[in-house]
């Protein structure tokens, strides 16, 4: 199985004619090729969009939107399809690419179809002046967007659903390890009647592919999101020629545990929020701090609880747990495990990898539960991104904000608590781009989403993202 580049609305070949192995986690085994794209690939796609921005970014915003509606419907019509491709290409489990990703790469396309119908700009009178301000939103031209691999699909019409519908016409690339829906929805653009050049998709190595689109002079904004140290790098390769850049990376979450939650749902969720998608999202909270009173009682518990959780085959219906993304993504997860005790902490649950039945050499690893006791460690320091979370009891208030807050990141927190002054105290004094109280991952796409810190700049969702892909130029008109 051969996937292509996407440019002008066609599928073609890289120009070297190299290709890059892709592996199917879930078995560890190769089942296909993506294109190892260069600059030369990127420049053609380059070419493809400033070619149709014209009249793309003169569409109607009607004619706009019922495009992107009509990608919305094409993309639950093509659902099993969608979402078989994303449990095979990335390892999770085929009811969470069923239930979570798909639809939500759907909801996205129609989201920014209602919302670019609503997007309004500011006008100021100066008053005494005679004179009237107007704020004209225009497009940016073409822009960059690049995608990670642990959310594949959703992620990557996180970004390019809001570039289209703001006018602006894209060089997209999805991560070379997920590669296969973003190549998918190529079709589904044709079908829908996206004029040609207005998407294009490519596929490649980051520090090819990926840092061709960064290099490009002529694209002049990036939508990134993937690990802090890609970053750092991208930030300082745009800076000198002042793109404008949305970066969301990692983060090292806190959940923060107080013994008058509501125990049961607490629970509950801290199991998901711990392990969800393997524990590869970068909202998981990975650093659960609990408040002394309850901690014996909450260990025991979540241990129970975790201890449930089904490691299998993406393609059972009763896997919690599927496949981590590659075998390197596997041995850097590994690695925190085997090296805990060195770091200070103490695995009291899980830690091993799994032989799943007939999927021997797929890469799984138990769920894993790390005991700390000192926030300063590597364990709880650094992101690892993988089904591993660290728990530590905590007695004050004060000294569990100063923990959940001595940190590099400040992405995501989640505070369980029914004290409405303490959440309110708590929540305005954590360094995080969004706080969960007694809940998590509970998203409204109009809210502004992104981090502080190494957690990255800008924000995404809602009228920020089309904020971000549009260009404001103030129009002063003097009357007499
Ligand atoms: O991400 P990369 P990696 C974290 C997580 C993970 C670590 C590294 O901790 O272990 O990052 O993961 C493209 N110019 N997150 O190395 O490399 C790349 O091709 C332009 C958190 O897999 O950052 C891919 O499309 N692009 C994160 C995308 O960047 C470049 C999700 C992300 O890959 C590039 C994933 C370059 N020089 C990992 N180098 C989150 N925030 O959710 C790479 N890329």
């Not at 959703?154 to 390019?160: D, G, M, N, P």
């Amino acid at each position: 199985m051969k996937i292509k580049n996407y440019i002008n609305g066609e599928y073609v070949n890289p120009i070297s004619n190299n290709w890059i192995e892709n592996y199917n986690p879930s078995i560890g085994e190769v089942y296909g090729q993506l294109p190892d794209s260069n600059s030369q690939d990127v420049e053609i796609a380059y070419k493809a969009a400033e070619t149709a921005f014209q009249s793309w970014s003169e569409t109607t915003l009607d004619e706009r939107s019922q495009i992107l509606s009509k990608i919305a419907k094409l993309i639950i019509e093509k659902l099993p399809e969608l979402a078989m491709a994303e449990a095979k290409d990335n390892g999770k489990p085929i009811h969470v690419a069923k239930s979570i990703d798909i639809p939500r790469a759907s909801a996205n396309f129609q989201f920014f179809a209602n919302a670019i119908t609503q997007f309004a700009s500011e006008a100021h009178e100066s008053v005494g002046q005679n004179a009237i301000n107007f704020t004209l939103r225009q497009p940016i031209g073409v822009v960059g967007c690049i995608s990670p691999w642990n959310l594949p699909l959703y992620l990557f019409t996180w970004k390019i659903a809001p570039a289209i519908a703001a006018g602006n016409c894209v060089v997209a690339k999805p991560s070379e390890i997920t590669p296969m829906t973003a190549y998918l929805l190529g079709e589904i653009l044709t079908e829908a009647g996206l004029p040609k050049g207005v998407l294009n998709i490519i596929h490649g190595l980051g520090t090819t592919t990926g840092q061709a689109i960064v290099e490009h002079p002529n694209i002049k904004a990036i939508s990134f999101t993937g690990g802090t140290k890609t970053g750092v790098h991208i930030a300082k390769v745009a800076a000198p020629m002042f793109k404008k850049l949305s970066l969301e990376l990692g983060g090292k979450n806190p959940a923060i545990i107080f013994s008058d939650c509501d125990y049961n749902e607490m629970l509950q969720t801290t199991v998901r929020s711990s392990f969800a998608n393997q524990g590869q999202i970068c909202l998981c909270g990975s650093r659960i701090f609990v408040e002394a009173s309850i901690y014996q009682k909450f260990k025991t518990d979540f241990i129970a609880a975790v201890c449930k959780l089904k490691v299998g085959s993406p393609f059972n219906n009763n896997t919690d747990i599927g496949a981590l993304v590659s075998k390197t993504h596997l041995n850097k997860v590994k690695s925190y495990v085997d090296n805990a005790e060195q770091y200070g902490g103490k695995v009291v649950f899980g830690g091993n990898l799994v032989a799943v039945e007939s999927s021997e050499n797929g890469y799984y690893l138990e769920p894993t539960i790390i005991e700390v006791n000192d926030n300063s460690c590597i364990l709880n320091q650094e992101e690892i991104f993988g089904p591993v979370v660290t728990i530590m009891p905590f007695n004050e208030e004060s000294e569990v904000l100063a923990m959940a807050n001595d940190v590099s990141y400040g992405l995501s927190a989640t505070l369980w608590t029914n004290d409405l002054k303490r959440t309110m105290r708590v929540s305005k004094q954590l360094d995080a781009g969004i706080v969960w109280v007694n809940t998590w991952l509970l998203r409204d796409l109009r809210t502004p989403f992104g981090g502080m810190k190494n957690s990255g700049v800008g924000r995404e969702g809602g009228l920020e993202a089309l904020r971000f892909f549009t260009e404001p130029k103030n129009i002063c008109i003097k009357y007499n």
